[in-house]
């Protein structure tokens, strides 16, 4: 995590460019469980007027591809709705970058 942490400017920089905001992460990550096989789990928000369509869909590809140049290894990014149990679970987990 701590890894993760230092090259937190350059995450939020990236993330910035696509008007996400509010990086957290979970998963194996955030649990301390991640091995050699793990992905690095971020759940952002987009600042409104957020990505609509294709746009939406493009920026959260663009943002892992990013992302996982940045740091070498693979990051998954994606928002998550709170109102569900699970989406309210991983919310309550997750840490902040």
Known sequence: MEDIRSRKGAIQQ?????GAVNPR????LAAGRMDDKSDVDIVVEFREPGPLGFAYFGALDQLERELTDLLGMRVHVTEIDGSSPVGNRILSEALPL
């Open 14 to 18: 990236v993330l910035e460019a696509y």
């Open 25 to 28: 992460v979970f998963g194996s």
